[in-house]
């Protein structure tokens, strides 16, 4: 039976499914064997080519690292409990204290992925929201200057 | 020499620090917030004292807690780093009046290096060449053409009042002139209701390029060679290395030579930098830094010298302990600053846990950082993680030996710009020095996400193994205790 | 170029040459014997290949096993390291018949340099230095006295057949010869039932100097310098540095050349070192390592070459990276080998777990290690765990350096001899260069056990607070999970 | 109430006790004060000088680094299981695996502490095993020539 993984790079997700040794994203495939070695580290192999990563479970799910690419896996049925920062697709929290500078968007605002959302600033440095898809945005919860946590809900999505 | 020196800075810098005082017999004290407790740099030194809250604004920037801190431990000198205090001309002269060393130049010298106009005139006096601008003596067609003559083609027409590029305008030559001075005024009166403009040379596609210096307190200023910092993000330094790839011998000779006249021009003491943009033959004064660089293990790497150690000599009143015939270059260094953010979300800053923190290592090899395994990366400052730097005979073998480097440097828990790097690392343009300040910017796309189709397949088999629970292969499952068997054999994973 | 490299070996060179084959984009292939799955060495490869029991003679030292391995992985060439094969001119005879390169000298050379009475007469022939010795004609008084005038006084008279001293004379003027010679005939006679004498300079506490030299195909034979390896410990070297703080400009031309003068006799290609004895102005030659050594390392600090990426250069017909003109020596560089063993008992080999094992850090240090936490060192190999390696500006920092780093490397669940190298390079004589070849085994309670009372105290205070059972400053708690808290605030451990 | 330690390092053996930050050995006191860092390091502080360790707890007992000297401690009723190879202060046995060249003693034989008893060999190079304390060897259990196991033991010491 398939495994199927959502995988998170960043902000960016796909979604994987791996069976027998193929991995299938997007509909592309690749063959790969994959073998513990000690100390953490696995070792994957393509054809030829071997490479050489690090995996460890966490709470928020696997979290795998190849050739300095560095991802987070959540395996379903794995029961891993994501934080709270990818928990909700449809509601996008701050990834950090951070002060709004910015709202671009108000409620029913049709917006295309990529569009700017908002900007938060943080560590001296603008930090643009951006739409993770193409969508509607439902409700703005946060104002112009205000100091938002991980935790708040900046902008439900839909 | 000083007998304790107080590190008023975090992270990788004040590890850096406290490592060289350590290994010229100098005790230090670190400072540190209550977000910082348990960090590498508060284990690293021979004391260490709370200063405040996690917001550097109560704690590394608070003057009085720092200078309470250096009384306390009988501190009797203190390093700023960089960042936070260290180009803070009233910070130095508290420690100055507290009759404590600062690290560094003297708060008069800061202060003067700190204003840019003030700074233009005293190293242009001196003869080193700035950016050629000027507001003209009036608004009129006629003087507005006069000053772009003087200035030079290509120029540049900027709002006096603005910025953001409203009311800018390129100028190529003569003819193009009228119709350009029409139309920055007008949109600079549109947007600024001030249609006044500033005439400037127009500097295209320019690298960064900086220069090490250093003084004495005996009349000693040498110069420790360029490197070229050229690969920015939004004003931000990612990849920097030394020597200069298109900085030839004639250039090095007029750049460095600029460099001391700028130093001297003001009295300089201690290590700094002067920055600069090339175009072409051409180069300009953009700053000078009165203080350690980020950067700076790459010169130490060209040339062989410790630059902090130097720093503390020149402090404690000794001779430099080089001269300029004393120092060369040698092969070729590069530094990658790696950071917690996302390069596919606009770079957006990332914390979290460093759940797994391998450094790669290997000769000529240096990696300097201040955090560790098991650490939490907060919010609270700068979310740079550590600095791969590489040494090599070449350009080209330093090149390859940063992108093993990055290969094998291992992060698991957040995201980090390790991938961005390494896609810059192996951009045909940025190995044949065909960039500009710019060049990120405007070839984002290129970098960013900065992994492959094949990268993200591997990375989905090896998550899709990793992952099943109670398997023997499962890594999470305590692999690291005292009890775990060594010599796990190398178990097919068939999955 | 060389597709694919296989190195026959483990350890920390093996992970060394896999780092540089990476970093030239040469694929590589680990062997590895039972015992050393999942060893570092096994991991840093592209490929890795079992190759037998963990008995070297089983594995490491199976020609058709690394023969086959190679065939089955389409390598193409071979590196040796050190140790092992490195220097049997039979294997390397194999190699090349199979049509592989192996990253050496040829065979013959091998064979030529690896008979030390035939290599003594082909550097003696090319007019370097050798250790003047004779038979003499007849064993009768005069004959030997006459023997002894022409090596020269002080001499020493050993016996032909045997060893371990006995039959052996010292002789430091032609009033001592007569008494002397007959004590050791008899003694000889007693011990081995042959009187007969052999008459050699002695050579008063020498230095051991060896010259780093490399050649290519194309005729170009090149010298990378000298290290000083005289701290030696049963023939065994502890600490080496480079350059040698006691050649003088003088000293070091002349043996440079003798070096570059034996390779080019014997027709020598790829990496071999040459080894001096030196004692006051006067040097002769030991012997030639046809292999790269163990602490090339220093070399490669003090010169900003990489030996083992001019190794794969040559073997691959290439010009050398560098001409003479292009070397020069900067800076100072030391090398300890940290090794699992015990001094306070006759630097007994340990076994037993790296229950904690961090490299020391920062500018300047580097670390070539083939073990990692976690990993059992067992009995079947050499106990050397890893080589600190420091560059400093100076002897002086290279000094410091290298013991900061040595009070930095954390090494828990076996005995190791960190304090005893630390020991070393804090004694003065160390430090003034009063040394010779045999000044460890003469001075040996200077530096066992390495530890002062106030360390062994300080030792206990930490184990009576750290083995506190149930207490939250537990480090043995499992405190390196993914759940562990990173910002642990200093708890102050009254007890 | 002090705390009593047996610490080894490498063959030697101390007896030391410890009571309100104040370390006895052989009648030589110091005091310290140590503190707790994060990652398994220890700050240890006497009068002006701190240096920074490490520890471990394992099942031969604790062990502590600190400046390049490692060491390992029994402390008493920790209920730490000593290894094998150093169970039992009367019964010599090797190190690890290797093969006995010399046997010096024979039962019965008195002898001071240092004096050689038998050397091993492994790793081609010679192990004296010398007598751990002033005392009269009630056995020998192995020959030369034998190969003998680290669980071996080799005399029987009292």
């Known amino acids: 039976m398939a495994t199927k993984l959502r995988v998170t790079i960043g902000t960016r997700e796909f979604a994987a499914s791996v069976e027998a040794g193929v991995v299938t994203i997007d509909g592309v495939e690749g ?6 070695g000690a100390d953490g580290r696995w070792t994957v192999r393509q054809g030829d080519a071997r490479s050489v990563g690090a995996a460890l479970k966490a709470q928020d799910g696997t979290w795998v690292t190849l050739a300095g690419i560095t991802a987070r896996a959540d395996v379903e049925g794995a029961g891993a409990r994501p934080r ?19 709202i671009h968007v108000t409620a029913g605002a049709v917006v295309n992925e990529g569009d700017p959302l908002l900007v938060l600033e943080a560590m001296k440095m603008e930090l643009p929201i951006r739409a993770p898809r193409d969508g509607v945005v439902k409700a703005v919860h946060c104002r112009e200057g205000e100091l938002v946590q991980p935790a708040t809900i900046l902008v439900d999505f839909e | 020499m000083m007998r304790r020196v107080l590190i008023a800075n975090r992270g990788e810098i004040a590890v850096r620090i406290i490592r060289a005082c350590r290994e010229m017999g100098v005790r230090t004290v670190a400072v540190y917030s209550e977000a910082d407790a348990g960090a590498p740099h508060v284990l690293a030194a021979d004391d260490a004292v709370e200063i405040g809250p996690a917001a550097a604004s109560d704690s590394y920037l608070k003057v009085d807690a720092l200078l309470d801190a250096a009384r306390r431990t009988d501190a009797d000198a203190i390093h700023p780093g960089y960042g936070f205090l260290s180009e803070n001309a009233a910070f130095a002269a508290r420690v100055e009046s507290a009759g404590l060393t600062f690290i560094g130049p003297s708060s008069s010298v800061i202060a003067a290096m700190g204003s840019k106009t003030a700074a233009r005139k005293a190293v242009s006096a001196a003869g080193v060449p700035v950016v050629p601008g000027e507001t003209p003596a009036s608004q009129d067609l006629a003087a507005v053409r006069a000053s772009l003559g003087r200035v030079g083609y290509p120029a540049l027409l900027k709002a006096t009042a603005g910025g953001g590029g409203k009311g800018m305008r390129i100028v190529r030559s003569d003819d193009e002139a ?8 007008r949109e600079a009166t549109r947007a600024f209701s001030d249609g006044t403009v500033y005439v400037e040379r ?9 220069i ?18 050229t690969l920015q993000r939004r004003h931000q330094k990612v990849i920097e290395e030394a020597p200069g790839p298109t900085v030839t011998p004639a250039i090095r000779e007029r750049m460095t030579r600029a460099a001391v006249a700028a130093a001297q021009a003001v009295g300089y003491v201690n290590a700094g930098t002067v920055e600069f943009l090339l ?20 010169t130490e790497e060209i040339t062989g010298v410790d630059l902090v150690r130097a720093q503390l000599l020149v402090a404690a009143g000794e001779r430099l302990p080089f001269r300029q015939d004393d120092l060369s270059v040698r092969g070729h260094a590069v530094e990658c600053r790696v950071y917690a953010e996302d390069p596919a979300s606009g770079f957006l800053p990332q914390s979290g846990p460093l759940l797994r923190y391998r450094e790669p290592q290997g000769p000529g090899i240096r990696v300097d950082a201040g955090v560790r395994e098991g650490q939490s990366i907060g919010v609270h400052y700068d979310p740079m993680l550590a600095k791969v730097i590489a040494y090599g005979e070449n350009r080209t073998a330093a090149f390859a030996r940063t992108t093993r480097a990055l290969e094998d440097f291992d992060i698991l828990g957040l995201q980090h710009n390790i991938g961005f790097l390494a896609a810059l690392l192996r951009d045909p343009r940025v190995v044949a020095c065909d960039t500009h300040t ?3 910017e405007e070839h984002i796309e290129s970098f960013v996400p900065g ?3 094949e990268q993200l397949h591997a990375l989905v088999a090896l998550a899709a193994v990793a992952d099943g629970s109670g398997d023997p292969r499962d890594p999470g499952s305590g692999g690291r205790g005292p009890g775990f068997d060594p010599f796990e054999t190398l178990n097919r994973g068939v999955f």
Not at chain 1, 84 to 102: C, E, I, Y
Not at chain 2, 202 to 210: F, G, K, M, T, V
């Open chain 1, 31 to 36: 063959t790969f064997e994959v073998a513990a």
């Open chain 1, 84 to 102: 709270s920062r990818t928990s909700d697709a449809d509601a996008l929290r701050p990834p950090m204290s951070a002060t709004v500078v910015r």
């Open chain 2, 178 to 185: 009228d119709e350009a001075i029409a139309a920055a005024s």
């Open chain 2, 202 to 210: 127009l500097i295209e596609r320019p690298r960064h390029i900086e």
């Open chain 2, 212 to 229: 090490q210096v250093m003084a004495d307190r005996h009349g000693q200023t040498v110069h420790l060679f360029e490197r070229d910092c």
């Open chain 2, 279 to 298: 175009s072409g033959d051409e180069f300009y004064f953009l700053e000078m830094n009165t203080r350690l660089q980020v950067e700076h293990p790459i």
């Open chain 2, 438 to 440: 710019r060049f990120i």
């Open chain 2, 451 to 453: 992994y492959t189709d």
